[in-house]
């Protein structure tokens, strides 16, 4: 990969990074005006219905899996900057072949070849089909005594 493509690659980074840096901001700014303030200022819960309750816990963990996601992904960017600098960007930490510049584009901060992760997802994908089907380890055990 040539200097240029890496400073794309760092621009395209950084402003991702930005992006949802502004998010994240703009979620905790926003927090003290929304939902929990409302939520806990009413003396009690006895008067409130319960699906409205359930409705705030809902918007509650939707907000938290929100924000983590965002700094998952800021998590995720970071690293990809790290290896910039290390000149390690764009290799399959798979495989060690060169990720296609077609993949970074769409996903700069991925770690894998188009290859290795979809490889990867046909087997993760393998473990869930096979641990829907198998029974509890507690029933071996159970058949076994009777």
Do not use: W
């Amino acid at each position: 990969m040539d200097e240029k493509q890496i400073r794309h690659f760092k621009h395209v980074l950084n402003q991702q990074k930005e992006e949802r840096q502004d998010i994240l901001n703009d979620m905790m700014s926003d927090e003290p005006a929304g939902y929990r303030v409302t939520s806990d200022s009413e003396l009690s819960r006895y008067d409130n219905h319960t699906a409205d309750i359930a409705t705030e816990l809902y918007d509650a963990s939707h907000l938290d899996a929100i924000r983590d996601s965002h700094k998952i992904a800021i998590k995720e960017i970071d690293y990809a900057l790290e290896k910039i600098k290390n000149n390690k960007y764009g290799i399959c930490e798979t495989c060690g072949e060169e990720i296609g510049e077609e993949r970074l584009e769409v996903v700069p901060r991925t770690r894998n070849c188009i290859n290795c992760e979809t490889l990867a997802e046909k087997e993760n994908k393998l473990d869930k089909i096979s641990k829907s089907t198998h029974r509890p380890v507690e029933e071996d055990v159970l058949e076994k005594v009777m």
